[in-house]
T-cell receptor, first 112, second 113 residues
Framework: DGGITQSPKYLFRKEGQNVTLSCEQNLNHDAMYWYRQDPGQGLRLIYYSQIVNDFQKGDIAEGYSVSREKKESFPLTVTSAQKNPTAFYLC???????????FGQGTRLTVV | KNQVEQSPQSLIILEGKNCTLQCNYTVSPFSNLRWYKQDTGRGPVSLTIMTFSENTKSNGRYTATLDADTKQSSLHITASQLSDSASYICVVSYGGSQGNLIFGKGTKLSVKP
């Protein structure tokens, strides 16, 4: 079945550690996105990529990094520079020129 | 500044009742507007899309309206079910290029038996 998969579903990080969230899609979508969701807040864009080997910062990119070495994969690294990383992270993808985004099931990151 | 505002922030209704969620936007140039449903702890799923020329669109018990003049949209849910309990997010696309999506904060709907 085609879809977009995020892993892990739950992730715990110690302060000062970097962690990487996985996002894989087999929908042949060109564009991929990372969003952060906090309680009572809307989704906020962290990074997005429209083609392989290219990506742009969103509204809250500080403390995060991404790579797009393959069309199917768009991993997000939460670095120790991100001071408040506890949140629900959503990955999405779509075709270029189409505005419907398909979302993964999310990763809940907690700093312990 | 491009913004999407939703109201109410939360809503509790009894099973079988109807409800209407509101979305006001100040986004330009407007491309389209989508309503998403997000179950707790899961990713949002698209319910319906409204383009500039469309006033009303239905998807089962969900009916979305769009007034492009006043920049308002509503999502009406008829004969609510317990499974309708979720967050409903209004998303406006602008500029015609990728990455230009503005998300509202959502309305959290709780349907009680």
């Amino acid at each position: 079945d085609g879809g977009i998969t995020q892993s892990p579903k739950y992730l715990f990080r110690k302060e000062g550690q970097n962690v990487t969230l996985s996002c894989e899609q087999n929908l042949n979508h060109d564009a991929m996105y990372w969003y952060r969701q906090d309680p009572g807040q809307g989704l906020r864009l962290i990074y997005y990529s429209q083609i392989v080997n290219d990506f742009q910062k969103g509204d809250i990119a500080e403390g995060y990094s991404v790579s797009r070495e393959k069309k199917e994969s768009f991993p997000l690294t939460v670095t120790s520079a991100q001071k408040n990383p506890t949140a629900f992270y959503l990955c999405a993808s779509n075709y270029r020129g189409r505005t419907e985004a398909f979302f993964g099931q999310g990763t809940r990151l907690t700093v312990v | 500044k491009n913004q999407v505002e939703q109201s109410p922030q939360s809503l509790i209704i009894l099973e079988g009742k109807n409800c209407t969620l509101q979305c006001n936007y100040t986004v330009s140039p407007f491309s389209n507007l989508r309503w998403y449903k997000q179950d707790t702890g899961r990713g949002p799923v698209s319910l319906t899309i409204m383009t500039f020329s469309e006033n009303t669109k239905s998807n089962g018990r969900y009916t979305a309206t769009l007034d492009a003049d006043t920049k308002q949209s509503s999502l009406h849910i008829t004969a609510s079910q317990l499974s309708d309990s979720a967050s409903y997010i209004c998303v406006v696309s602008y500029g015609g290029s990728q990455g230009n999506l503005i998300f509202g904060k959502g309305t959290k709907l709780s349907v009680k038996p």
